[in-house]
Every structure is written in C-alpha cells, then in structure tokens.
C-alpha cells in the first residue's frame, strides 16, 4: 500500500512566523504535490514537482515556497505566516508514469495561524 | 487554467435516496477522476474514466464520462450512512501530470 505521511496532523502558528510542512511518500513516487482546502472551494494545487529539485507553480503558489531535495520528500514553506494561510493543507504524490495517474494523499495537517 | 466546475455543492438526502454529483468543464477532459473524502479524513481514489461515453459501475455508484468529454458524473443509488463525505472529480491538464479538482459535492445521508 502507497503510504503518504504528514508531519503533523495540528498545527498552530504566529502571524509572521516561519513555517515548514513536510511530506514523505514510501512509493518511489516521481511526483509530489501541495494542495490546501477550504470549505466550498475544493482542493487547490499551490505547488507540485515532477522530480527531486524540480517544482512548478499550482493555481496558488503566492505565499509558499517549496523544496524537494530528494525523491520521498517534499516540503511546503510558508516564509511568514499570515491568517489567510489558516487551511488544511494536503500532500500527495503518484507514480509519474503517465498522464493519468492516481493521486494518493497524506492525512492533511490543519494549520491554524493566530 | 483548467477549471472543473461540480454541482451541487451541498446534498442532504434521506437514507434509501438515490444521489448525484455533476462535474463540468468549458474544455475537453483528458480524463475524469473521482475521489471520496470520508469526514476527517484525506481523499480517496475511486475510480478513473478515460473514453467518450465511458461507464463504470462499482456496486451502488454509477461513474459517467460525457460523449464530448466536457462532463461527468456520479450516480449512487439507494444511499447509505457510509456514502457520508465529499465527493471531488478531477482531470489532468492534457499530457501534465497536475490535476485540477472540483469544488466538491458534500453529501450527508439522515437515517
């Protein structure tokens, strides 16, 4: 079974402060994404990446950045927190093998910013 | 960019009720995925259509693929307390491996 973990399931964080959410896939996956999600909005892609140190922009990418320094992991930065940024925030990761992968998600981690 | 747009947003329906979720595109899908998110938890994959007119049947839900490739849909029939959670589509941007999703159909089953 494809396992996707989150570092953390909770999480509470100052306006201002510097924030690291991590990933890791078991899979050998090629890609990896962050998505975040919020009531009647669905899930919204803010960054993806195809290959280790490889990344692309999602539909969100404003306020985030991202590293993926090798294949199992990647993490989502927030550089300075601020309360729009309150989300649940999804991992997840499939095969890269072609263009109609399966997506396979992390648990999520629900980011509070105070 | 691609948006996938999903009607209706919210449903309640009495247990025994049939449900059905719509997803629509202004732009031909390359393919169409469906996912299931149970309340608390993460999204789950259900199942994937890829051919015009495609359906798929997984016992009480019934998965459509539009002739024009610019729609889907979900059909459960006769609805029980485990279908509770929120329904998504979602489609891959042509030959790129990022997904697009739906805005999501929240289903809630009253026994």
């Known amino acids: 079974d494809v396992k996707v973990t989150q570092s953390s399931r909770y999480l509470v964080k100052r306006t201002g402060e510097k924030v690291f959410l991590e990933c890791v896939q078991d899979?050998?996956?090629?890609?990896m994404f962050w998505y975040r999600q919020d009531p009647g909005l669905g899930l919204r892609l803010i960054y993806f990446?195809?290959?280790?140190?490889?990344?692309e922009k999602g539909d969100i990418p404003e306020g985030y950045s991202v590293s993926r320094e090798k294949k199992e992991r990647f993490s989502l930065i927030l550089e300075s927190a601020s309360t729009n940024q309150t989300s649940m925030y999804l991992c997840?990761?499939?095969?890269?093998?072609?263009?109609?992968?399966?997506?396979?998600f992390g648990p999520g981690t629900r980011l509070t910013v105070l | 960019g691609q948006q996938v747009m999903q009607i209706p947003q919210y449903q309640h329906v009495q247990e025994g009720e049939d449900f059905t979720t719509y997803c629509n595109s202004s732009?031909?899908?390359?393919?169409i995925q469906w996912y299931k998110q149970r309340p608390g938890g993460h999204p789950v994959f259900l199942i994937q259509?890829?051919?015009?007119?495609e359906v798929k049947k997984q016992k009480r839900l019934t998965f459509q693929f539009g002739e024009a490739k610019k729609n889907s849909s979900l059909h459960i029939t006769a609805t029980q307390t485990t279908d509770v959670g929120t329904y998504f589509c979602?489609?891959?941007?042509?030959?790129?491996?990022?997904?697009?999703f739906g805005t999501g159909t929240k289903l809630q089953v009253i026994p």
């Open positions: 979602a489609s891959n941007s042509g030959g790129y491996q990022k997904v697009t």
């Open positions: 899979m050998d996956h090629e890609n």
């Open positions: 259509l890829v051919k015009s007119g």
């Open positions: 990446s195809y290959d280790v140190k490889m990344k």
């Open positions: 732009t031909t899908l390359s393919n």
């Open positions: 997840a990761s499939s095969t890269g093998t072609s263009g109609t992968d399966t997506q396979y």
